[in-house]
């Protein structure tokens, strides 16, 4: 279902022809407007603060700098844009690293362009954005590269802890948890601070799919 109102979107990508060709994808979705478009890192950074955009589709590697450097700049200001990473890398070092820097969702250039207007759909309804491949990347990489609880109890979580945690993994904005569970936004915000610190993660897309994993 189309948002009420359309998200504005930048694209930071150092390629023209890719960017022509996303814009076309783009304007398939009626949930975006676009905005700008930016052909380096700094330029990206610099229309991000200048036209604080709903959402930002940005690059991994471009020539300048990277998109994780541009990422970190971007969530330090402050920004409330949700950032959704679109590259050819799938690496998991790669994933990871965007993840933890704060990326709200990691796309493959590769990926069918039907699938790729899908997932903008998903994220544009505030869902997290990663493939089925990406998640089950993602999820293996989490098991090898630090202990982590293998359930919510194991963890210390409290039961409101849960609840949140329950409603992040669906997707949910902290706006709209605080809704749900009659309590505010800053209360959500300590709380996911909180669980992320027991569940020894970083993110809340690390987060959603610990809580998926351990559900199977």
């Known amino acids: 279902m189309p948002l009420e109102t359309p998200q504005s979107l930048l694209i930071v990508d150092d390629h ?10 783009v304007n398939m979705v009626p949930d975006f407007i676009i905005v700008g478009e930016a052909s380096c890192g700094q330029e990206g950074i610099d229309m991000a603060l200048e036209l604080a955009p709903d959402m930002i589709l940005l690059d ?20 409330d844009a949700r950032v959704v990473m679109l590259t050819v890398s799938d690496q998991a070092s790669d994933l990871v690293a965007a993840l933890r820097a704060g990326a709200d969702g990691y796309l493959l250039k590769e990926m069918e362009p039907e699938d790729l207007v899908e ?3 998903e994220a544009a309804a505030g869902r997290i954005t990663l493939t089925e491949r990406l998640i089950n990347l993602l999820a293996h990489a989490m098991r090898h590269d630090a202990i982590h609880p293998k359930t919510p109890s194991e963890a210390g979580l409290t039961e409101q802890e849960q609840r949140i945690l329950e409603r992040v993994a669906a997707g949910k904005s902290n706006k709209l948890v605080a ?9 959500v915000k300590v709380h996911v601070k909180h669980l992320l610190r027991k569940l020894n993660l970083r993110s809340r897309v690390e987060a959603t799919v610990w809580f998926v994993d351990q559900q199977k």
């Open 16 to 25: 023209p022809l890719f960017r022509k060709g996303v814009r076309y994808l």
């Open 60 to 79: 991994l590697n471009m020539k300048d700098m990277s998109g994780i450097e541009v990422l970190k700049v971007i969530k330090a200001s402050g920004s």
């Open 119 to 121: 997932k903008l759909a």
């Open 179 to 187: 809704r749900e569970l009659g309590i505010t936004e800053g209360t």
